[in-house]
Structure formats: C-alpha cells, structure tokens
C-alpha cells in the first residue's frame, strides 16, 4: 500500500507528513528537557542555603572537565553541518557525496560518547570527594578503595531470608575460604552441616536451604493457626538464621553503602548480615586536590576539623592566604562602587573553594608537636605507577563520601540524568541516519526525493540534538 | 513538490558561513567562562556572567534553528505548534520563578550574617 505525502505535501498542511510528525515529535521534546532545565535552574538558585554538597563551580572543581565540553561542541557541530550538506548531496542527487558527508556525520556520534565516556570514567572512578561531620569538603581522589572497610573474618552470621546475604560480594576475590556451614532449625533438631569451598556453591546451598526454611516456617505458621482456633497456641519458634565458620581467616572489603555499623570484632550489613572477626583498618587514604569550605561560616573556618585531618599547617595557610588574595579582588570590585561585599558572595565558591599544592607540602616542619598530625600524611605508589601524597582520614570524622556520580550532589544528580538523556538521543540519532545511509539506496534509485525527505526528517531530530548540547555545555561546564 | 530549479550553491554557501560562525560563537563562550579580563560584573559565575552565556547560547541555537531547521522559511502550521510549545516551556520555567517567590522557610544559616567582612 502507497503511504500518502510522503513526498508531495498535503494540500491543507503544506507539509508532507513526516516533517509536520517530527515537529510535533520534537516540540514534546522540547518539554522533556525542558522540565529537567527548569529542575536545574530550580536546584541551582536554591543552592546556597542548601544542605547539599555543594555545587562544583564550573572552573574550580572540573577544569579539565571544561575541554572535553569544549571538544564534544565542536564535534557536534561539526556534525550538524554535515547533515545538511548531506541532505543537499540528496537534493542534488549525489549519493556517493551523501554517503561521505552521512558517514561523517555518525563518526562524530562515535567521537562524541568516546569523549562522554572518558569524562563519565573519570568523574565516577578518578574523582571522590568527603564531607566531614563538620560540613567541611575535601575534593580529591580515595586511594586504593579505602572507603571500603578492610575487615578478617572467621564468623558469618546471616538469615535464611531474601537476597544473597551482603558480605558475600565483599570476599576478597584471592582465596575462598573452606566454610562450615550449620542451620538449626529447631533446638531438638539435629544441625545440618554442610562443607563448602567455593562461592557458586555457597549461593547454590543458599538457594536450597532458603527453600527448606521457608516451607518449614509455613508449615510451623499452619501449626499456629490451628493452635489459635484450639486457643491454646504456642508462638511460631523457627531459627531461620545460618552460620559459617571458616577453618582460615577470610579477607572482606565491606563497601560502606551496604553496611549499617561496624566495630573491632564485627561487620553488621544493612540486610542484616553480619561477620566476625578482626577489623584490619577502616582509614579512607585520600590524595587532597581542593579544599571547601563554602558551607562552614566564615568565622568557623579557621578551626575547622578539615585542618586537623590534613595535619598539615602548609595546606592552611596556603589556603587563607588564597582566600585573601579572591577577597581583596572582591573588595576592590564592590568598594569601587562604594558597596560592601554582599553575604551571599562571602559564602560563595571564589572565597572558600581552593586548590591545594602538592608540590611544596610538608616542607615547613613547624607541625610536630602532634604526633598524630605529623603522621597524619604518607606517600604511596598508585597502581599506575604515580607517586601520591595521601592523607587518612579517620572513618568517625566523615559525614558522606563518594565518587562523583549522581549520589554526589544535586549538580551530579543533573549532570547525569541529562548529559545520559542527551547521549541516548545522540546514539538513537546515529543508529537512525546511519540506517538512511546503509540502506538508503534502494529507495534512493527508486525515489530520491523520498529518501531526501527521510534524512530532513532525521537531520531536524539531529538539529535539535545539538541545539540541546549548545544550553548543556555552558550549564553544565562553564558558568 | 513542484520541481523548482533549486540555487543549491547559494544555500551551500550560508550553511559553510553558519557552521563557521557556530564554531567562532563556540570560541567566544569558552573565552568567555574561562578569560578573568571577560568575568563580568563580581568575580565569579554570577547574574551578568549568566545572561551573556546564555545570550551566546541562544544566537547558536537561533542560528541552528533559523537556517538549519529550515525555520526561517517553513509553513505556518510549524509555527503555530511551536508558538504552544513557547508558551508551555516560558510557563514551566516560571513554575520555578513561584518557588522561588514562595521560599517554605528562612535559609538555616543566614542569620549570623558578616556585615560585608570577612570575620578573623
């Protein structure tokens, strides 16, 4: 069957039907983002009174940051030119020079979420920052997954309920331990002990022993039903619990997201899971670029606790020295107008967020009359082979730490909610003209201006990516 | 469609001369954020610095989809539904302007204000 107006335009519209459809398509997408900018304006005016981390302003935090933005710009206009022209080839019936300009046009889509991936690798690997209890911030990077609570084992305790118990993903990878494992049902029932030695047999005894728990707590919750009816009933009494000894001490690297609390002996998992043993060190090392104190009040902030967990008087005082140095600029800007300096603009990011040097740290010596201080700070070699100054921070003194990913703060949250949403309408644009251009030729030789109308279509989806791109890389990068 | 004898080179040459000025308004935004002698008004990302960015923004995205999208010659129907798309999109960023007019309580932390000084 002929579809009508695909070519010839309808005589009502004036528009043949795939470009008024696009239109329509393209004006209810202008409301899906639309709704996210207007959260981000929402979010970023309300900023300053937050309690929020705060937000990462555009040139202190992700200066490196601001060229892949730069570069995915380019790229993507650069892309967008190529459309048209690959349209126009279309209209002057060039097929190899549409090709050209098409295939072009998705190798930069390729570039494009290449350059994406890098930052996305970075901000959510390469990039951590802290809180510390008294809202102060040190941005940076947390050496060796140290926020991870570095725990020997010789006990597991867990519920024959739910999910997988927590601890099992944080066994050190190196060796499984041999466990014993023993479920007791009932007090007058024998034990059920059980030798295990690898982790797929360990779930595959879960699996089966959550099994035979759950028919015996129906079973006993019958029991009480009926006894209920009799009026004399004795409660449900089943030990759903297991335990697993290991003949050798096991190594568990308790991610502090799925953990509820720890101590010297034990590990204590939000699904209630919990392991026995030795606590090996549950120190975060931290490699310290920036530090802020946009959410201390100024004049807490020389005896904020981040001073006494950098142990380090260099880092203070290079520090105030270059709060001194954005104040005065700040001073001279508003005096000349015979203004003070606005509240707002004294808790803001120029006087309290700033990059801290590593390259003369520790040099001063006038830091030993504590001996924690002195030995607050350490060298180590990275895996790649990078020489790190680290500082540990003591796990009490932290209110939040993590990588930059969307848990981060209100700024990550939209950085990556709508740079993910811009880079799916990047790759389904793509698959779409690159589909037009793979093809294309049959209904190029069949019907040019068809296929001409097809690559309008898809160019204007094309268009309005980049148009959205153009608002996201000031937003998001610079301003 | 009428087959019209279309002056393909001239258009070629106003999509060569938008791309190229996209690429040169992509520079000034970057020598914008990043040049201090450009940082307008305080120092820092604030009001002014905003609304010349977006200005940048909005003569790209124009351009983009004056010449690209075919907007600035397209039939009346398109505009009709972009004028309700305007009008949706100008309320739901006023949605936040509300908010903002109507704040639920104080910020916690203003009111030990520092009178324009930095206290020691």
Redesign the interface.
């Known amino acids: 069957m002929e579809i009508p107006y695909e070519v010839k335009p309808r005589r009502d519209t004036g528009l043949y039907n795939a470009k008024l459809g696009v239109w329509l398509f393209l004006a209810s997408e202008v409301m899906l983002f639309g709704g996210l900018f207007s959260a981000y304006v929402f979010l970023r005016t309300g900023v300053q009174d937050g309690v929020d981390n705060p937000w990462p302003w555009g040139l202190n935090v992700h200066k490196g940051f601001v060229w892949l933005g730069f570069l995915n710009t380019l790229v993507l206009i650069a892309s967008s030119v190529g459309v048209v022209f690959a349209w126009v080839a279309l209209k002057e019936r060039n097929w190899r020079k549409y090709q050209i300009y098409m295939y072009f046009v998705v190798a930069c889509a390729l570039v494009f979420m290449c350059v994406k991936g890098v930052e996305y690798n970075s901000k959510l690997n390469k990039h951590h920052g802290i809180k510390l209890v008294d809202n102060s911030v040190m941005e940076g990077a947390i050496l060796d997954k140290t926020d991870r609570i570095r725990f020997e084992g010789t006990r597991a305790v867990f519920g024959l309920q739910g999910a997988h118990p927590a601890f099992l993903n944080d066994i050190s990878d190196e060796k499984f331990p041999t466990f014993t494992a023993t479920v007791q049902f009932k007090k007058d029932e024998e034990p059920i002990v059980t030798e295990i030695s690898s982790e797929s047999q360990l779930k595959k005894w879960f699996t089966q022993h959550r099994r035979i728990a759950a028919r015996k707590l129906t079973a006993e919750r019958t029991r009480y039903r009926k006894e209920l009816e009799s009026g004399n009933a004795k409660p449900v009494n089943l030990n759903t619990s297991a335990t697993l000894v290991s003949s050798e001490p096991f190594n568990v690297n308790a991610k502090p997201t799925k953990v509820v609390g720890h101590s010297d002996t034990s590990v204590n998992y939000r699904d209630g899971s919990k392991v026995e043993g030795k606590l090996i060190s549950d120190d975060v090392k931290f490699v310290m670029h920036e530090v802020d104190l946009q959410l201390v009040l100024p004049q807490k902030q020389r005896d904020s606790l981040v001073w006494d967990v950098i142990g380090d008087d260099h880092a203070k005082k290079q520090f105030f020295a270059k709060q001194q140095e954005e104040y005065n600029k700040m001073r001279d800007y508003y005096e000349g107008r015979g203004e003070t300096i606005p509240d707002k603009m004294l808790r803001g990011h120029m006087l309290n967020l700033h990059y801290i040097d590593h390259e003369d740290h520790g040099h001063d010596g006038d830091h030993g009359d504590d001996p924690h201080k002195s030995e607050a700070k350490h060298s180590a070699s990275g895996g790649d082979g990078e020489h790190h100054d680290y500082i540990t921070v003591p796990r009490d003194k932290i209110k939040f730490m993590g990588n930059h990913g969307p848990r981060y703060g209100n700024y990550y949250a939209l950085y990556f909610t709508m740079t993910a949403l811009h880079g799916l309408h990047v790759v389904g644009g793509a698959l779409v003209l690159l589909f037009f251009t793979v093809f294309g030729k049959k209904l190029y030789l069949k019907n040019p201006e068809h296929l001409a109308n097809r690559v309008e279509v898809g160019g204007l989806f094309w268009h309005f990516v980049d148009l959205i791109w153009i608002f996201l890389f000031p937003l998001m990068y610079l301003l | 469609?009428s087959e019209e004898v279309?002056d393909?080179d001239s258009?070629?040459k106003t999509?060569?001369a938008?791309?190229i000025a996209?690429?040169v308004f992509?520079f000034v935004?970057?020598i914008?954020?990043?040049w201090e002698p450009l940082d307008l008004g305080?120092?820092?990302?604030t009001p002014a610095?905003?609304v010349i960015?977006?200005a940048?923004?909005g003569t790209?995205?124009s351009l983009?989809?004056l010449i690209?999208?075919h907007l600035n010659h397209e039939?009346?129907?398109?505009y009709k539904?972009?004028l309700?798309?305007f009008l949706?999109?100008v309320s739901?960023?006023a949605?936040?302007l509300f908010?903002?007019a109507d704040p639920i309580v104080e910020?916690?932390?203003?009111r030990?204000?520092?009178?324009?000084?930095?206290?020691?």
Do not use: Q, R
């Open positions: 469609m279309h393909w258009h070629k999509y060569w938008v791309g996209l690429f992509t935004t970057i914008l954020g990043i305080p120092p820092g990302p610095d905003y960015g977006l940048v923004a790209k995205a983009v989809a690209f999208m039939k009346g129907l398109i539904t972009l309700f798309t949706f999109f739901l960023m949605l936040t908010a903002a910020s916690y932390d203003t030990e204000t520092t009178n324009g000084k930095l206290t020691e």
